[in-house]
């Protein structure tokens, strides 16, 4: 299935489970340029399987606070599962650490996914998202990388314009 296709089924997702009417292009916005920046960072780290944090993270935090996580709208966090090919997870589900950092392990992951919402002004949009990933190191197996997106929208489509790291371990 093509990703385009996984955007649409994403959409309409969104659209009947939670309230979203058809036409509102905000709930689009924030879906495709959210999925766009996820796709940023899918580039500096693949990996399957992907998990995807269901909470937001505040934008431009690195590394992410996560005790002042919000709740993401279910049916959005649905939708950019599907459109990422991915599956949602408590980030204590997936980051596991039974005996402090260096014990670190991400659970049936091999990338983690936490985003802010998208902050849209006119064609452009910037989303931060962090990636927990396996690092190879015994001194502190899982890394993590924060990025600022800036994206820019052509037609219904949004371009990652800029890239700004804001953290890497």
């Known amino acids: 299935m093509s ?18 009417d058809a036409v509102s292009a905000q709930a689009s916005d924030d879906l495709a340029a959210t999925v766009a920046a996820a796709k940023g960072m899918l580039k500096r780290h693949s990996g399957l399987p992907l998990k995807l944090n269901p909470m937001l993270m505040m934008a431009r935090q690195a590394p992410p606070d996560l005790a002042s996580q919000q709740p993401r709208l279910g049916a959005l966090s649905t939708a950019l599962s599907t459109s990422l090919n991915a599956t949602l997870d408590e980030v204590d589900a997936v980051l596991l650490c039974p005996a402090g950092p260096r014990t670190c392990r991400l659970n049936g992951a091999s990338v983690y996914l936490s985003m802010s919402n998208p902050t849209i002004l006119g064609d452009t949009a910037s989303v931060t998202v962090t990636a927990l990933f396996n690092s190879g190191s015994k001194r502190q197996p899982v890394g993590y990388e924060t990025v600022e997106f800036t994206l820019l929208r052509s037609g219904r489509i949004w371009k990652v314009l800029k890239q700004v790291q804001l953290g890497i371990s």
Do not use: D, K
């Not at 990703?3 to 939670?18: D, Q, Y």
């Open 3 to 20: 990703s385009a296709h996984r955007i649409c089924i994403a959409l309409l997702l969104c659209v009947f489970s939670s309230g979203y």
